[in-house]
Nanobody
Framework: QVHLVEAGGGLVQAGDSLKLSCAVS????????MGWFRQAPGKEREFVAA???????FFGDFVKGRFIISRDNAKNTVYLQMNSLKPEDTALYYC?????????????????WGQGTQVTVSS
């Protein structure tokens, strides 16, 4: 059974940066495509970023170059570096993985999920 644990969330001010991490256990990490999603109160879950096994990346339209997704296959970990944070980035951020090497932008394409880490950006 694959297990995901996110870390790195917190309370920051607008314009600050945060780096989220997601440690994966229980599977062959290098074979998985990984993604980050977020959900704000009262809103639907939203695609943030995804990375294939080979490092091909995709981002949600709202990212506009502010975020970087990366993976370290030796550490079984995927990261989300978030820069120039805005109050509208406030949400619970989830890490997700899928039994495929190809990244996806739909949450329904992912097979396993973490519990989420809260990011709060104050103005």
């Amino acid at each position: 059974q694959v297990h995901l644990v996110e870390a790195g969330g917190g309370l920051v001010q607008a314009g600050d940066s945060l780096k989220l991490s997601c440690a994966v256990s229980g599977g062959t990490f290098s074979n998985f495509a990984m993604g980050w999603f977020r959900q704000a109160p009262g809103k639907e879950r939203e695609f943030v970023a995804a990375i294939s096994w080979s490092g091909i990346t995709f981002f949600g339209d709202f990212v506009k170059g502010r975020f970087i997704i990366s993976r370290d296959n030796a550490k079984n970990t995927v990261y989300l570096q978030m820069n120039s944070l805005k109050p509208e980035d406030t949400a619970l951020y989830y890490c997700a993985g899928r039994y495929s090497s190809v990244a996806a932008t739909l949450s329904s394409a992912y097979d396993f999920w973490g519990q989420g880490t809260q990011v709060t950006v104050s103005s």
